[in-house]
């Protein structure tokens, strides 16, 4: 059971919201997208971060001492990010003392720029016999003075020595946090990159950020190079039940298929691997398992346990990324064994769980994610939803690329939309499949049981001669050599059926209603494509009114890019598996009794 939230009130703005017993007040603030000053991302060493708590628990720490004056102290001055929350709060938050670039991202969210990776340059002093410091404690000494913390591993410390005697002591400093990354030589803090990564298990999509600007040099997606293993998760692991050989191809697989996204970004926009400090990935539990050559084999089978779900943070050349070599690799927290570190980004990226809105997040594949819920409570799950929506298992189903039928229209006549334009249909894709059942229904072709009709039952209906019969099944004919069966369409009831029964099971805990939802958004590289009033038709959705269904698109890739370009948002991100519950739908008979009454159609359409 998650402890109760606690409520802090930031004046003179007078923002208050709810967080977990712990939390600094300093990352609580960024929940609700207040700004508070910092050059140390919170790490108690810049000593710009101070409030004044007016009500609640100020124990001074030490770094208080070390950054406060006695009589700000004595006043209830502390640093907001040495300030753990264990009471409900009220704090004055002084004005900015410079104001921060933000940008607008993901779902409408205004994102500080605050980068993890910052750069430092320095015009140091020559060493002499009078300072005989050596040449990390004057790097050290400069960025302490700056507020900057510094850790150096002995394989940057080798490269300090040349690069301060060539430069003249006139150095840029690279920190990834508190790792010293590299010291390069003259002032070189103009040029400064960093890569998120969204890996999924069938598209890998890689977005160059800069740094500086807060805007995307280049974004680029292929197909996931583990696909020759199998087409979802569970044949990546079962792959990988072959042994530790296994995993290394599967990890080398998706490591190629990463580096190659890499040498497209920079041939196209001439960045350097070695401007590059930092890749942010987000992706399922499995295939982040896989990146990092982690045996995902007890992901396949009860109890499902994972070896890892916390944020890790890996150096580059461990992964084997094409980025500096002494960056970073830093992944994002999964919420559960199938709500994993994309669908963590993707609440980043919609900032559900940060407003008073009631809202449901949906990502639509293999697996329906859902977080539903607002600032006060949310949860998680993962309904198990087949490969339907993928196009697989579906007598004409392809996936969405050239010659997928994406859309269908059904009046009198059928209009087709197909990938590519103006091509002949070969197939069709989960959008199209879902637009095709919501217009079949709409047309009085198929009863809410899912029942396509005969042609006796609509003697007077101008498609009806599309109603066929394949080797003994029924099916209505979309164009030439392209049918939906009847098998097809219970193959998106058991899909859709299960996304539905477990967003109701969680609207149940929630004790709420369709009528409580301000939002319902869809996401995911599929979710984002389907047609809201389909979705809400067959019933995948609560039935609100269509202007508050939404696509939100990438949403993971939104919310890696979100926690690369600020450090604060990423520490929200680090704290979202404490803030949503995570509910096992397996096992459980509200599930089993949801699923059954949802495997319908809602009876909206007019029948003929
Ligand atoms: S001391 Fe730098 S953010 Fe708190």
Redesign the pocket.
């Known amino acids: 059971m998650i402890a109760r939230k606690l409520e802090v009130t930031y004046l003179p703005y007078d923002r208050t919201t709810r967080v977990p017993p712990g939390t600094t007040l300093?990352s609580a603030a960024h929940w609700i997208g207040l700004p508070i000053d910092?050059?140390?991302?919170?790490?108690?060493?810049?000593?710009?971060?101070k409030v004044r708590v007016i009500n609640g628990r100020r124990d001074a720490e030490t770094?208080d001492h070390r950054?406060l004056r006695p009589s700000e102290i004595e006043d209830g001055w502390r640093?907001?990010?040495?300030t753990h929350i264990h009471e409900d709060m009220t704090c004055e938050v002084p004005a900015l003392l410079r104001v921060p670039k933000a940008a607008t991202m993901g779902l409408g969210r205004l994102v500080i720029l605050d980068p993890n990776v910052r750069k430092v340059y320095f015009e140091l002093a020559e060493p002499s016999m009078e300072d005989q410091r050596s040449d990390i404690a004057r790097l050290k000494d400069a960025l302490t003075a700056e507020?900057h913390d510094m850790i150096a591993g002995v394989a940057v410390l080798r490269t300090l020595p040349p690069v301060f005697r060539e430069a003249g002591f006139r150095v840029t400093a690279v920190l990834a946090g508190e790792n010293l990354v590299a010291v390069e030589p003259g002032d070189t803090t103009g040029d400064c990159y960093g890569v998120a990564f969204d890996v999924g298990t069938t598209t890998l999509v890689g977005t160059l950020m800069n740094l500086r600007t807060g805007m995307a040099a280049s974004v680029l997606s292929t197909l996931n190079g583990q696909a020759p293993f199998g087409a979802d998760v569970i044949s990546r692991i079962s792959h990988g039940m072959n042994g530790p050989e296994a995993i290394r191809e599967l990890q080398d697989a998706v490591v190629t298929t990463m580096n190659s996204v890499l040498d497209d970004l920079y041939r196209e926009t001439g960045v350097t691997p070695q401007q590059t400090y930092e890749a942010v990935v987000v992706g399922n539990v499995t295939m982040l398992h896989l990146l990092l050559g982690v045996d995902p084999t007890p992901l396949s089978m009860s109890p499902f346990t994972p070896a890892f779900m916390d944020q890790l943070n890996v150096e580059a050349r461990e992964v084997g990324l094409h980025i500096h070599p002494h960056g970073y690799v830093q992944t994002l927290p999964a919420l559960g064994a199938y709500v994993g570190a994309d669908i963590v980004a993707g609440v980043l990226a919609t900032g559900v769980v940060r407003e008073d809105r009631l809202r449901v997040f949906v990502d639509v594949g293999t697996n329906g994610e859902i977080v539903l819920g607002s600032a006060q409570r949310a949860l998680a799950t993962a309904a198990p939803a087949g490969p339907a929506f993928e196009g697989s298992q579906i007598r004409c189903g392809m996936r969405a690329t050239v010659g997928a039928i994406e859309g269908v229209t059904i009046s009198d006549v059928i209009e087709l939309q197909i990938i590519g334009g103006d091509v002949p249909a070969q197939g069709i894709c989960g959008s199209g499949l879902v637009d095709a059942v919501a217009q079949l229904l709409l047309a009085g072709l198929l009863d809410h049981s899912g029942r396509l009709r005969l042609r006796e039952d609509v003697p007077n209906h101008p498609l009806r001669d599309r109603l066929i019969d394949v080797d003994g099944v029924r099916a209505f004919l979309l164009a030439d050599g392209v049918y939906l069966t009847q098998k097809d369409i219970r193959e998106l009831q058991f899909a859709k059926g299960s996304i539905a029964a477990g967003i109701k099971v969680l609207m149940d805990i929630l004790g709420v209603g369709p009528q409580d939802l301000d939002q319902v958004l869809l996401g995911g590289s599929f979710g984002s494509y389907l047609n809201p009033e389909s979705a809400k038709i067959i019933g995948l959705v609560p039935a609100v009114d269509v202007d508050r269904i939404i696509a939100v698109g990438n949403s993971a890739g939104e919310g890696a890019k979100i926690a690369l370009l600020s450090y604060r948002e990423r520490q929200v991100a680090f704290e979202l598996p404490s803030r949503i519950e995570y509910v096992e739908l397996s096992g459980r008979p509200d599930f089993n009794d949801s699923f059954i009454g949802v495997l319908g159609f809602p009876q909206l359409a007019p029948v003929r």
């Open positions: 300093f910092s050059t140390c991302g919170g790490r108690g060493t810049c000593g710009k971060c770094a950054q640093l907001s990010c040495q507020g």
